[in-house]
Structure formats: structure tokens, C-alpha cells
């Protein structure tokens, strides 16, 4: 059985966000998106040809397209870890599984090495796969959190792993960029430099996060049990009132939250006005702006809830994140822009550092967390399936992506508003653990 507390484990888990992170800005936020929008509107010659492509006989919207393909991704994680996260029970080796998505993320990474805008099909799989390996790996690596750490702690730890992931994050980004705009390397080669970091750090993970979590191992059939551990779990949820409808609040906000992650960079290069070649160089600095105001932002909410309690705390970026959503509706210049970025990084940070650690916190006495985390990444990745959907078709039926915002206003509306149904004598406060 893991010892809870041990400072060397924690670290360890802690620095899979370091690892790991590096994904999510350079390729979903930074880099990548701006590579894709790039060479899916201009020719070989750098003329612009507009953003309609050709995708298996259809004609979309180049952002259109990569808002289904991330949805087909979320598609896929949904439902096949419900059944890893059985096969990981059963062999009571939640860190293959971990090490398995991660380096499928990574090599898929490095595969969009070879993005051919004329083989738009065959590109778009490693941009498929890089998703599911990422977000694969997160269902065992969240499964960890109840186990290494005390409940008083979650908040303290998931904000660590929150910003060293920023931070890590952030140094190979201004490497790449440095190499990038001052010697003019080719931006694919970041795409390399990625998967090397992911697979390299992580190996600090490994080497100290143990295997086993229990000296029992399930009995049931390892392909069915996550399945259904799922529904035990959803017909546990009925007697558990504070976290049944703190997940309902969590499964409709998570539709907005990760679609701005995902979306941001697409949004600001269509809709923002910059000057001559200023795109460039003005969504690199609303990314670092994002990043290193979001290392503040999670432990600045990690306190506050060590104040007011973590609901409220959510509650807060909640409804930051609602006026966020009508700024952005009205803006056109880049100091605007800026001025939004810097917003998201504050409450990015800590949403998803709360988030992971309130769900943690609120978990009843159980020994089978791979399938309450699980349970808990199903809904965040069906959230995020309509939240990149819908962003997408609006984009596709109203021919503008400005007007996808109204959607993300209402996911994260309706998620304050169903927070507030927390019971409120059952909430997370500072004093409970």
C-alpha cells in the first residue's frame, strides 16, 4: 500500500505535470495552431487561399475541421477508459497504462513532423492520437492524487503540479520560439522537441511513483469491471448529494474551460486585427501571458479556498469567467486581446487546480479511485466533445467563430448556476479535510 505523504512521491507525481504540460501549450494552445492555420490558407508560395479545406470530399472551415477532429479524440478517451481504467485495477498497475498513453501522445507529437496539407486526412491522426495520449494519460495520473497525498493537501499538491507544468511548459516554448524567430528553425522541428521533453521527464515520474496501490486485487472480469465500476459509481452518486451536483456543475463548465484552451490561439489569429505580421508575435505573448499569470492563478485560488472554502472558490472563477466571455465578444484590437489572455491565465490556473482537488476532496472512503477518476474524465471528456462541437458548427453555420463565444458564456452560466446548488452545510470548507 502507498504511503501517504511521502515527499518523494509527491514530487514525483507532481512533475508529470512538468512533463506532460508541454503538450497542451505547444501543441493544442501555442505553436501548433498557428502552424495549422498557416498551412491550411496558404499555398506553397505563402499566398493566402482562404480557410475552406477538403476533408474526405467535404468542404470545412480549417478551424471548423480541427474542432471535430479534438472532439473525435475526447470521443474515443471517453469511451475506452472506462475499460482501461478496469484493466488497471485488475493488474494493479495504473503506471503502464500511464507510460502507454504518454508515449502515444508523444510520438504522435513528434509524427506531426510529416503535416502535409495536401494528405489532409492522413495529418489529422496524429493530431487525433497526440489528444488521446494526452488526455489518456490523465485518467491514471489524476487516479493517483487520492492516494499519495492527505485530503488537507489536495489543493496544496494539485497547484504545484499545476505550475510546474506551466513553468516547464513555458521554458521549452521560448526555446522553440528563440530558435523559431532567431535562427529561424522550421516550426515543425518543435513538434520533435516536444515528444523528447514528454518522454524524458517523465521518466522522473516512473522511477518513483510506485505500481501497486493495493494489496487486493479485483476479482472481476478486467474488461467489464470499469464499466462497471461506472455505474456503481453513478448509482452511488445518488446517496452522495454535495458531489453529485458539484459534478453536474463540473461537466457543463468543463465544455467551456478546455474549448477556450483548445479554441484561443484559432480565435485570436481570425478574429483579432494585428498589423502586418504582428499575429505572429502577439498570440506568442498572450500564450506566455496565459502561462506564467496562470502559475499566480493556481496558487492564488488554492489559498482562497484555504480562506472561503473550494466551491466558493470555483464559484469566483466561474463567474470571472462568464464576464471573460462577453469581453471577448467585443474585442478586435490586441491590447484587448492581451487584457482577456491575461484574465484567462488568472482563472485557468485556478479552475483546473481546484477542480482536480475539490473532486478529490469530496470522493467518499473507497479504494477503487482509477474508477472514480474515471468516472470523473468520462464527463470531463464528453463535456469537452460539445464544448469543441458546438464551438465548431457554430463557427460552420454562422461563418464566424466571434459568435461560438455566446456558447461558451452559456456552459459556464449554466455551470455557476448548478454550483450554487452545492448543499451548502456539506460544502469544502478550510476546516474539512
Known amino acids: 500500500m502507498i504511503q501517504k505523504g511521502n515527499k518523494k512521491i509527491i514530487n514525483a507525481w507532481t512533475f508529470y505535470d512538468w512533463a506532460n504540460s508541454v503538450y497542451p501549450l505547444v501543441i493544442t494552445t501555442a505553436i501548433f495552431p498557428m502552424f495549422y492555420e498557416y498551412q491550411t490558407s496558404h499555398d506553397a508560395s505563402g499566398n493566402l487561399t482562404g480557410d475552406l479545406v477538403s476533408f474526405f470530399g467535404g468542404s470545412f472551415r480549417n478551424t471548423e475541421l480541427y474542432s471535430y477532429v479534438i472532439s473525435v479524440s475526447f470521443i474515443i478517451v471517453a469511451i475506452i477508459s472506462p475499460l482501461l481504467s478496469g484493466v488497471a485495477d485488475y493488474s494493479d498497475n495504473k503506471k503502464s497504462f500511464l507510460k502507454f498513453f504518454c508515449y502515444l501522445g508523444a510520438i504522435s507529437c513528434a509524427s506531426l513532423f ?21 488526455w489518456g494519460s490523465l485518467v491514471f495520473y489524476n487516479a493517483y492524487l487520492p492516494e499519495i497525498a492527505h485530503a488537507e493537501d489536495h489543493d496544496k499538491i494539485s497547484a504545484k503540479g499545476y505550475s510546474l507544468g506551466y513553468v516547464g511548459s513555458s521554458i521549452l516554448l521560448i526555446l522553440n520560439l528563440v530558435a523559431i524567430m532567431g535562427f529561424g528553425m522550421d516550426a515543425k522541428y518543435a513538434f520533435l522537441t516536444v515528444a523528447i521533453w514528454w518522454i524524458g521527464f517523465s521518466q522522473y515520474t516512473y522511477a518513483y511513483l510506485p505500481n501497486a496501490s493495493y494489496s487486493d486485487k479485483p476479482k472481476e472480469n478486467k474488461f467489464t469491471k470499469g464499466f462497471k465500476e461506472l455505474k456503481k459509481v453513478w448509482a452511488e452518486l445518488s446517496e452522495l448529494t454535495t458531489l453529485k451536483r458539484y459534478l453536474g456543475s463540473f461537466f457543463v463548465y468543463s465544455m467551456g474551460v478546455q474549448t477556450v484552451m483548445i479554441m484561443a490561439t484559432l480565435f485570436a489569429a481570425k478574429e483579432i486585427n494585428w498589423e502586418g505580421d504582428g499575429a505572429k508575435t502577439g498570440l506568442i505573448v498572450s500564450v506566455l501571458i496565459i502561462q506564467f499569470i496562470a502559475i499566480g492563478g493556481a496558487y492564488l485560488f488554492s489559498w482562497i479556498s484555504s480562506k472561503i472554502g473550494n466551491i466558493a472558490s470555483l464559484s469566483i472563477t466561474l463567474f470571472i469567467w462568464v464576464v471573460i466571455c462577453i469581453g471577448a465578444y467585443f474585442i478586435h484590437e490586441p491590447v484587448e486581446f492581451y487584457v482577456i489572455a491575461g484574465s484567462v491565465g488568472l482563472v485557468m490556473g485556478g479552475i483546473q487546480s481546484l477542480s482536480r482537488s475539490t473532486y478529490s476532496k469530496l470522493l467518499p472512503e473507497t479504494k477503487d479511485h482509477a474508477s472514480y477518476f474515471s468516472f470523473y474524465d468520462v464527463l470531463e471528456k464528453l463535456g469537452i466533445v460539445i464544448g469543441t462541437f458546438a464551438y465548431g458548427f457554430i463557427e460552420g453555420w454562422t461563418g ?22 452545492v448543499p451548502k452545510n456539506e460544502q469544502i470548507s478550510a476546516k474539512k479535510s
Not at 510529416?114 to 494526452?134: C, I, Q, R
Not at 458564456?409 to 455557476?416: H, N, R
Open 114 to 134: 510529416f503535416f502535409d496539407v495536401n494528405h489532409l486526412e492522413l495529418s489529422m491522426v496524429p493530431v487525433l492520437l497526440a489528444s488521446v495520449g494526452f
Open 400 to 421: 464566424s467563430m466571434r459568435n461560438s463565444i455566446f456558447a461558451l458564456g452559456a456552459f459556464f452560466i449554466i455551470g455557476f448556476i448548478l454550483l450554487l446548488r
